[in-house]
């Protein structure tokens, strides 16, 4: 049975840093393509990183690039978010996923795929506030 489960939420000021993982079971880990999206408040899901299979290409969101780093560790099955300089923007659920494939735009995939417990985490909360 697949497993993802996120952890390393919380509260944190403005311009703070956080560290979120994804712990997988169930599924060959190596052979996905792994990414994190976010829900906030009142919003739709908002894809915010992606990384392939071997942790050699990664992808950002314009919204995080440069503040966010994605990475995997293929032995240990886990995902993983550093996030900082977060801003109160950045509040939101978040929420680790799987994908056996890159489709070409990610952001369209994200709202658009079925968000189901198969390849969805039951999502971490982020809340920025001073």
């Known amino acids: 049975q697949v497993h993802l489960v996120e952890s390393g939420g919380g509260f944190v000021q403005p311009g703070g840093s956080l560290r979120l993982s994804c712990a997988a079971s169930g599924f060959t880990f190596s052979s996905y393509w792994m990414y994190w999206a976010r829900q906030a408040p009142g919003e739709g899901l908002e894809w915010v990183s992606t990384?392939?299979?071997?942790?050699?290409?990664?992808l950002y969101a314009d919204s995080v690039k440069g503040r966010f780093t994605i990475s995997r560790d293929n032995a240990k099955n886990t995902l993983y978010l550093q996030m900082d300089a977060l801003e109160s923007e950045d509040t939101a659920v978040y929420y680790c996923?799987?994908?056996?494939?890159?489709?070409?735009?990610?952001?369209?995939?994200?709202?658009?795929?079925?968000?189901?417990?198969?390849?969805w985490g039951q999502g971490t909360q982020v809340t920025v506030s001073s």
């Open positions: 990384i392939d299979r071997d942790g050699d290409t990664t």
């Open positions: 996923a799987r994908s056996l494939f890159a489709p070409s735009d990610w952001g369209d995939y994200v709202r658009g795929v079925q968000h189901d417990s198969t390849n």
